[in-house]
């Protein structure tokens, strides 16, 4: 893809995504929010620009859900999506029209963001070093799919899917909201799911994961699960 498409698509999706959130709070002056849609939607590009230059295959292959994604995973990406969406309507609706509960100090706030940041960052580290990190669950034989033990694959099994323990309820904080947690512990439950199901697909179909397995023994959080 060229950089001008990536840069139209990425416009168009900040637009979105600023709409979303913006439209449901009602009002622009939410420092925030700006912080926090600066921090995705920065990291978006930049995540774009790179994956462009070093794997256009991993990019497209993130484009939409591929043919043999399973049944199942199309059922919780929908669940997903809808979390995801309530998760910043809520925000919005919360700290901008209603103030049901937009009682989160700065502090905290801003710990939200830096969480957010950083499962960000582990999510761009782990397709950094996995070009079969696609946006659904599905074994890419055409793509030669294979399994990758290095970057934080030498730790957990699933980093992209860990990164929900810290980036979703690190989403509701930043944006200033506390009920916007429960969608995003909602985002958690998902992926906790997603990881069980997507493991056990990886063992009876990929080849060479049962033994990956057996030496990188936890999911998402070494020593623990």
């Known amino acids: 893809m060229s950089t001008l498409k990536v840069l139209l698509k990425w416009a168009?999706?900040?637009?979105?995504?600023?709409?979303?959130l913006f439209g449901s709070a009602g009002r622009l002056d939410l420092p925030m929010v700006w912080a926090y849609l600066a921090v995705y939607c920065g990291s978006l590009l930049a995540w774009s620009l790179v994956t462009a230059h070093k794997d256009p295959a991993l990019l497209e292959e993130r484009r939409g859900v591929k043919a043999g994604t399973k049944g199942w995973d199309r059922v919780l990406l929908t669940i997903y999506g809808l979390l995801f969406l309530a998760t910043w309507v809520v925000a919005g609706l919360d700290v901008g029209r209603f103030h049901w509960s937009d009682t989160v100090p700065v502090g905290f706030q801003i710990i939200g963001l830096i969480g957010f940041a950083a499962g960000l960052g582990l999510v761009a580290w782990a397709t950094l070093v996995?070009?079969?990190?696609?946006r659904s669950v599905r074994i890419q034989q055409e793509r030669g799919h294979r399994v990758v033990t290095g970057g934080p694959y030498r730790y957990v099994r699933h980093p992209g899917y860990a990164m929900s323990l810290i980036g979703w309820p690190g989403t509701a904080l930043a944006l200033g909201s506390w009920w916007a947690v429960l969608p995003a512990v909602g985002i958690v439950l998902v992926y906790l799911v997603r990881t069980v199901l997507e493991d056990r697909t990886l063992h009876e179909e990929l080849e060479g994961y049962a033994e990956y397995a057996q030496q990188v023994?936890?999911?998402w959080i070494p020593g623990v699960w």
């Open 130 to 134: 996995n070009t079969f990190f696609s």
């Open 217 to 219: 023994r936890y999911r």
């Open 12 to 20: 168009l999706a900040t637009a979105v995504f600023a709409g979303i």
